[in-house]
Antibody
Framework: EVQLQESGPGLVKPSQSLSLTCSVT????????WGWIRKFPGNKMEWMGY???????SYNPSLKSRISITRDTSKNQFFLQLNSVTTEDTATYYC??????????WGQGVMVTVSS | DIQMTQSPPSLSASLGDKVTITCQAS??????IAWYQQKPGKAPRLLIR???TLESGTPSRFSGSGSGRDYSFSISNVESEDIASYYC?????????FGGGTKLELK
């Protein structure tokens, strides 16, 4: 079974970068698509971007200038970096895997607060 | 971006009721809509894809329908384990976009 687990700091200061890791077991990240989705306080959900089996990426245009998704295939991990964060980036961040275009498997999520 | 308008934001039901949630897209999404269930502190769980295709393990009391811009998701015979929030997701066009969610509570 595919399992995903997010890790990273729960508190980030404004203007700094948010960096998260998603560790995947049970499936190789060199297949399918692997993405990041966040849920804001108030429950709005936003797809942030993905990295494909080949390493290509696609990002939500709302974040395009601030986001980077990369991977380490040797560790079966992929990463999120979001630059110049503000308090509006406070959210629970999920990593997920897409099978046939739908986000099927999700991590448990990590809550990230942006605050000084 | 395609906007997904989900309603109602909250819903109160008794055990055994049938409840329906709707999502309207800002444009035709060609049936590429999925429905998720999320319980507090848990990851979203995919219940239905492509409007009405139940995922493995999704109970048959869940169903979906619709076409074009208008879609619905129903739970017949609500059970206590169904108390959760539900979200629609359109995956016809990037960026994928979610509805605002519906919180199902027990009456």
């Amino acid at each position: 079974e595919v399992q995903l687990q997010e890790s990273g700091p729960g508190l980030v200061k404004p203007s700094q970068s948010l960096s998260l890791t998603c560790s995947v077991t049970g499936y190789s990240i060199t297949s399918n698509y692997w993405g990041w989705i966040r849920k804001f306080p108030g429950n709005k959900m936003e797809w942030m971007g993905y990295i494909s089996y080949s390493g290509s990426t696609s990002y939500n245009p709302s974040l395009k200038s601030r986001i980077s998704i990369t991977r380490d295939t040797s560790k079966n991990q992929f990463f999120l970096q979001l630059n110049s964060v503000t308090t509006e980036d406070t959210a629970t961040y999920y990593c997920a895997s897409s099978f046939r275009r739908v986000w099927v498997y999700w991590g448990q999520g990590v809550m990230v607060t942006v605050s000084s | 971006d395609i906007q997904m308008t989900q309603s109602p934001p909250s819903l109160s039901a008794s055990l055994g009721d049938k409840v329906t949630i709707t999502c309207q897209a800002s444009q035709n999404i060609n049936k590429y809509i999925a429905w998720y269930q999320q319980k507090p502190g848990k990851a979203p769980r995919l219940l239905i894809r492509y409007t009405s295709t139940l995922e493995s393990g999704t109970p048959s009391r869940f169903s979906g329908s619709g076409s074009g811009r208008d879609y619905s998701f129903s739970i017949s015979n609500v059970e206590s384990e169904d108390i959760a929030s539900y979200y629609c997701l359109q995956y016809d066009n990037l960026p994928w976009t979610f509805g605002g969610g519906t919180k199902l509570e027990l009456k």
